[in-house]
């Protein structure tokens, strides 16, 4: 696909945006990366909210992850077949609206009282973001020149982080907040029903000030659909776009952004219940939710340092190195109890904070016009968020241990390691030694 600024268009200014001089267009990007990072870092928060309202074993409250992140494996090629059509201002607003849709489903979820509808809200949620985020990440990386592409990604995704570090705090306070002295266990039939339709009304109203929200950006966005001019590639169906596979940089690094979410959103899932634990924090969901904020700080710092630091060293090392990190954090945390091992696992988000833009870049290296071809099948990898989960959760309730159930995502990060070891070349070089 190949795309270039709309030299028609003027800014506050009167000029003419051409070439790489697209601020404005960068800022509208970044927003998406705020907006989509914060609402689902939110699902960190309404895991244990569901888990007490549903009485949920560790596996069956991942379904929230498992839900959501199903999304992306059945959006993402539709999503890049929208961008072609529709190009990717448009693309943008219709994803808007229907993470408007998904936050309004909460309301009659809350009025069910029923876990399935909870789950059928954060799918349609799951299913608006895959189609922005599909948007965002070609997008930011075409708004500029092509050899600091990971690094000015890796920007955008700070702003990502920036998001995930501010919703959990204050979704911390509203969700878990209203979390009443009552237990679900103790009740049933009608005051069961009527329990959880009262105490779900916290997170209704959490995302219905969401909708409201979105609806605004999704307007806003519409009256700019004709900003960019662009010149689609409308050849072949939405799933030649698998035939990217075929190249061993482009498959591995796919994988890696299974593997990748599988292990960030597998440890931020646990996080509020790990911290919990006697042997670690041994504080209040709500006092742990708010530790879910340092997490996701952790990858904002990390984002704002990797984005000069992959200016300066290969990004495949870069990658190699944050990932032994982030195994040596985990074996940390595992090993000890108390103070050392609650922050070991938070830290694992500094670690976090490169590897999404640099796999995707080092991966869609050299696509050119195929570019949101290859989004939309990376895109389709984030699907990992919603197996990773539910396989550490059934981790933890086999051994009974929350800390043995990270050895799953220790086997993610040693695999990510061994990818950044094998992209440390130049996509030529390694093409040429295939």
Not at 57 to 64: D, F, K, N, R
Not at 105 to 115: C, E, G
Not at 254 to 280: D, P, T
């Given at each position: 696909?190949a795309?270039?600024?709309d030299?028609?268009s003027?800014?506050?200014?009167?000029?003419?945006?051409?070439?790489?001089?697209?601020?404005?267009l960068?800022?509208?990007?970044?927003?998406?990366?705020?907006?989509?990072?914060g609402?689902?870092?939110?699902?960190d928060?309404?895991?244990?909210?569901?888990?007490?309202l549903?009485?949920?074993?560790?596996?069956?409250?991942?379904?929230?992850?498992?839900a959501?992140?199903?999304?992306?494996?059945?959006?993402?090629?539709?999503?890049?077949?929208?961008?072609?059509?529709?190009?990717?201002?448009?693309?943008?607003?219709?994803?808007?609206?229907?993470?408007?849709?998904?936050?309004l489903?909460?309301?009659?979820?809350?009025?069910?009282?029923?876990?399935g509808?909870?789950?059928?809200?954060?799918?349609?949620?799951?299913?608006?973001?895959?189609i922005?985020?599909?948007?965002?990440?070609?997008?930011?990386?075409l708004?500029?020149k092509?050899?600091?592409?990971s690094?000015r990604?890796?920007?955008?995704?700070?702003?990502n982080?920036?998001?995930?570090?501010?919703?959990?705090?204050?979704?911390?306070?509203?969700?878990l907040?209203?979390?009443?002295?009552?237990?679900?266990?103790?009740l049933?039939?009608?005051?069961?029903?009527?329990?959880?339709?009262e105490a779900?009304?916290?997170?209704?109203?959490?995302?219905?000030?969401?909708?409201?929200?979105?609806?605004?950006?999704?307007?806003?966005?519409?009256?700019?659909?004709?900003?960019?001019?662009?010149?689609?590639?409308?050849?072949?169906?939405?799933?030649?776009?698998?035939?990217?596979?075929?190249?061993?940089r482009?498959?591995?690094?796919?994988?890696?952004?299974?593997?990748?979410?599988?292990?960030?959103?597998?440890?931020?899932?646990?996080?509020?219940?790990?911290?919990?634990?006697?042997?670690?924090?041994?504080?209040?969901?709500?006092?742990?939710?708010?530790?879910?904020a340092?997490?996701w700080?952790?990858?904002?710092?990390?984002?704002?340092?990797?984005?000069y630091?992959l200016?300066?060293i290969a990004?495949g090392k870069?990658?190699?190195?944050?990932?032994?990190?982030?195994?040596?954090?985990?074996?940390?945390?595992?090993?000890?109890?108390?103070?050392?091992s609650?922050y070991?696992?938070?830290?694992i988000?500094?670690?976090n904070?490169?590897?999404?833009?640099?796999?995707?870049?080092?991966?869609?290296?050299?696509?050119?016009?195929?570019?949101?071809?290859?989004?939309?099948?990376?895109?389709?990898?984030?699907?990992?968020?919603?197996?990773?989960?539910?396989?550490?959760?059934?981790?933890?309730?086999?051994?009974?241990?929350?800390?043995?159930?990270?050895?799953l995502p220790?086997v993610?990060?040693a695999?990510?390691?061994?990818?950044?070891?094998?992209?440390r070349?130049p996509?030529?070089?390694?093409?040429?030694?295939?």
């Open positions: 696909m795309m270039h600024i030299t028609n003027t800014g506050a200014s009167g000029d003419a945006s051409h070439g790489y001089d697209a601020p404005d960068r800022v509208f990007v970044i927003a998406l990366f705020f907006i989509f990072g609402i689902t870092s939110l699902n928060i309404i895991i244990p909210k569901l888990k007490e549903f009485t949920l074993s560790h596996a069956a409250s991942m379904l929230v992850q498992s959501f992140f199903l999304a992306y494996a059945l959006f993402s090629l539709p999503a890049a077949a929208i961008v072609r059509r529709a190009g990717y201002m448009r693309t943008a607003s219709i994803g808007l609206v229907t993470m408007m849709v998904g936050c489903l909460f309301i009659p979820a809350a009025q069910s009282a029923t876990f509808m909870f789950l059928l809200a954060l799918f349609v949620l799951g299913a608006g973001i895959t922005v985020q599909v948007v965002a990440n070609p997008l930011i990386s708004l500029g092509p050899e600091t592409a690094s990604l890796t920007f955008a995704q700070a702003f982080s920036l998001g995930t570090t501010i919703f959990p705090r204050v979704g911390s306070s509203l969700i907040g209203g979390l009443a002295s009552v237990s679900a266990a103790s049933s039939g009608a005051a069961l029903i009527s329990y959880r339709q779900s009304q916290a997170i209704v109203h959490t995302y219905l000030g969401l909708a409201v929200a979105l609806a605004v950006i999704a307007a806003v966005v519409w009256t700019r659909r004709n900003r960019l001019n662009e010149e689609q590639d409308q050849t072949g169906s939405i799933f030649h776009a698998f035939s990217l596979l075929k190249r061993p482009f498959a591995m690094g796919a994988a890696c952004i299974f593997l990748y979410v599988g292990a960030e959103v597998a440890i931020g899932s646990v996080i509020v219940l790990y911290l919990m634990q006697s042997s670690v924090f041994g504080i209040s969901d709500q006092a742990a939710g708010n530790y879910v340092y997490y700080g952790g990858a904002l710092v990390g984002r704002f340092i990797g984005s630091v200016t300066r990004p870069v990658l190699a190195t944050v990932a032994t990190g982030a195994i040596t954090l985990i074996l940390i945390s595992a090993n000890t109890t108390g103070t050392l609650g070991a696992l938070l830290a988000g500094l670690m904070s490169i590897m999404f833009p640099t796999i995707f870049t080092l991966a869609s290296e050299g696509l050119g016009k195929r570019a949101a071809e290859g989004s939309g099948v990376i895109a389709t990898a984030i699907v990992g968020g919603a197996i990773v989960p539910p396989l550490t959760g059934v981790v933890a309730d086999i051994t009974g241990s929350m800390q043995f159930s990270l050895l220790a993610c990060y695999i990510i390691l061994a990818y950044g070891l094998y992209a070349k996509v030529v070089e390694v093409e040429r030694a295939a």
